[in-house]
């Protein structure tokens, strides 16, 4: 844990668990990027108190990491009228399951009960709306382990583009059939009602 001072370590070693990694990560302001568009480290997501998900998905990752699980991403993406979402999926036992940073009611944590990765991903898909109601999860990655990048992405100064393009260049696969896209029916309008509920204010 080269780099992080003993208080950061100190909180580090309390997050030992991904259940206490994710109220970690609820507890942190969420990262609107109102200075233009970030992507910390975790050493530097810690020091500014705030994250938005990727940013948020590289924290819990390299945490989860620090107690013997392999340190996963998942990209999930949308149409090119929606944001994409990145993921951080762990393995209890037989069973997936994922921390999530987000600003929203869902699009949150899952409980590690699915059988495989595409289970985690699709569990996603009817969260997934525009206010028009419109579905947009269109793709899941495979999983993107970050023990692959080099050294000192945990605690690098700047912004971690090169993981960003990394993580948009591996295999993707298609969540809806193509002959499906037209059919698809739109969320309900409680359902959009609940989809605006945020945790924190710009």
């Known amino acids: 844990m080269s780099g992080f001072t003993k208080r950061e370590i100190s ?3 309390k997050t030992n668990t991904p259940e206490k990694v994710q ?19 975790p050493l530097f997501t810690i020091r500014h108190k705030k994250a938005h ?65 595409r289970e985690l991903a699709l569990s996603y898909f009817h969260e997934y709306f525009l206010n028009d109601g419109r579905k947009t999860l269109r793709q899941y990655s495979g999983l993107f382990n970050l023990n692959n990048v080099k050294k000192g992405w945990e605690t690098r100064e700047g912004n971690l583009w090169d993981i960003d393009k990394k993580l948009d260049k591996i295999k993707h696969y298609d969540i809806v059939p193509k002959v499906y896209l037209k059919k698809l029916r739109k969320a309900d309008k409680i359902e959009i009602a609940a989809g605006k509920i945020v945790e924190w204010k710009r």
């Open 53 to 117: 998900c990727f940013e948020g998905a590289l924290l819990g990752a390299y945490i989860l990491s620090l107690y013997g699980f392999t340190p996963y991403l998942i990209h999930l993406k949308t149409t090119k009228d929606d944001y994409d979402h990145v993921i951080v999926p762990f393995k209890i036992g037989r069973f997936w399951g994922a921390l999530s940073k987000t600003n929203h009611a869902v699009l949150r944590y899952r409980e590690p009960i699915y059988k495989n990765i």
């Open 11 to 13: 909180l580090l070693q």
């Open 23 to 41: 109220d970690f990560l609820d507890g942190l302001r969420f990262n609107f990027e109102e200075g233009g568009e970030t992507l910390k480290s």
